[in-house]
């Protein structure tokens, strides 16, 4: 006789096999930094977001920024990096279901890339604004 398939909703049989062999904490971990390499790996923009982290850090270091201004660049650029990964899930969920809903899967997609613009928006003018206070303290 066939069995009937597992459901969808169960995770695939080495998730579970890996999930006894390590307590909860530990297991977490390792599903944060799987599923950062999975982020990262699976969308272009994360280059772009690099390279951008990468001028603000050379520019932070040569301006001399104090703590609470590293801080706030911190802050910033982890709630853009957040965005772009929340975008990603909702794009793989859509892409998993959405066939079902297409005009809503688009809009939602859209709704997603437009908050992902606004993080980028408040975090360019955060960066800009400790920027231009280093900038002028220095000029001072």
Avoid: Y
Avoid at 61 to 90: D, H, N, P, R
Wanted: some cysteine; overall charge positive; proline content about 4%.
């Amino acid at each position: 006789m066939n069995q009937p398939a597992a459901p969808s909703s169960c995770p695939a049989p080495e998730l579970v096999r890996d999930r006894r062999k390590r307590p909860a904490w530990r297991q977490r971990l390792v599903d944060a930094e799987r599923g950062m390499t999975l982020g990262l790996r699976s969308d272009s923009t994360f280059f772009v977001h690099f390279f951008a982290i990468a001028v603000v850090v050379a520019g932070g270091t040569v301006l001399g920024l104090s703590l609470v201004e590293w801080v706030l660049i911190v802050l910033a650029i982890t709630l853009v990096l957040a965005a772009e990964m929340f975008k990603q899930v909702l794009n793989a969920v859509l892409r998993s279901v959405g066939h079902h809903f297409a005009r809503e899967a688009a809009q939602s997609l859209r709704i997603a890339t437009a908050a992902v613009f606004v993080t980028i928006g408040g975090a360019l003018l955060a960066v800009t604004l400790v920027f231009a206070n280093a900038v002028r303290r220095m000029v001072e």
